[in-house]
């Protein structure tokens, strides 16, 4: 075991076979599994009759997993580190789905970098610490709700399955785990990486400080003028007077498409809002 990598192997075949039954595989179905090992979750997936890719960055769990890709012929092995491969260059066939236990260090990044190609999977079952998967899918209102939850709700529905104890690893973590089950949104609200970036930046300046209302959030992170806040705040419906955590993803879209960068597509985004917050 590697520390630096941040490996704690999971041993409880329990809860191993409850990640596999959470992908709901048929025959035939294309998995990327990250993390992969020394193979445990990978048997379990090739058992219910998958297609594996399984990533790994450790080379020295080659004498596992080459051991099981010659068993396999299902099972085709890439060694890369999770955080730095383009997705669409892994699966050419979509839709697949993903799993893993991911290392704590690096969870946040790889979540990002597979939501961001949502439409590549029907649905991705990963291992976080649980702390953030509590964060993940918190709802509004909730201490747990800030930047993060944001980020995964607009790329997909969140559920929080179940946690894991410790003693189910080996090394036992200091820490709780999560399974958490995503469906990636395969159109996303706006469409294009460019105004999601601007999204997430007005998100991040929302949350910068928590107790104070969005209305002086704002204008500590943007640099508007209290009545040029004032009135986009008014004309997206949002109560000045509320902070971010009491805000909606519907709401934040909101305040986007009257931003003063915002350009033509505040109409669409306004008509997607009317039609269904969901």
Known sequence: MRRPLGQHFLRD??????????LDLQVGDGVVEIGAGEGALTRHLLAQGARVRAVEVDPQMAPFLESLAHQHPGLELVWADARRLRWEEVVADPP???????????????????????????????MVQKEVALRMAAPPGSPAYGSLSLFCQYY?????????APGSFRPPPKVESAVVRLWPRQKTLLGNREDEEKLFRLVRWSFATRRKTILNALRGGSGLSKADLTAILEKSGVDPQKRAQELTLWDFVALFSHWPWQGGSSGMIEEEAKGGKG
């Open 156 to 164: 997909a529905r969140v559920e929080m399955l179940f946690t894991v």
């Open 96 to 126: 697949w789905k993903a799993t893993g236990n991911l290392p704590y260090y690096a969870a946040t990044p790889i979540l990002t970098s597979l939501l961001e190609a949502g439409h590549l999977w029907e649905r991705i079952v990963a």
């Open 13 to 22: 075949e329990r809860v191993l076979a409850r990640i596999a039954g959470a």
